[in-house]
């Protein structure tokens, strides 16, 4: 059996990503996820604060504290290797 991560490493193009997120998760997950890439987005960028960054997106200022945890202090560097790569 294939872990996830595994899964995700087979799809082949945009139109497979999307159809298994929407198998794979809710409504409301895939909200979420796409809510925390967009603060990570903003984040990156280094142009707003936590507060206007939760105000653009109508999220928390925990999310947006969350998701600059993980972007700066974990040693995972998921949210930073992206951010790196479609930034060239």
Request: charged fraction near 30%; aromatic fraction near 8%; glycine fraction near 2%.
């Amino acid at each position: 059996m294939k872990n996830l991560n595994e899964a995700i490493l087979l799809l082949q193009n945009k139109n497979e990503v999307n159809g298994f997120l929407k198998d794979l998760c809710t409504p409301s997950e895939l909200k979420a996820l796409e809510e925390r890439w967009a603060v990570a987005q903003l984040l990156f960028e280094d142009k707003l604060s936590y507060r206007e960054i939760a105000s653009k997106l109508k999220t928390s200022t925990t999310t947006v504290t969350r998701v600059a945890r993980f972007l700066s202090n974990e040693p995972y560097k998921g949210y930073l290797n992206i951010l790196k790569r479609i930034s060239k």
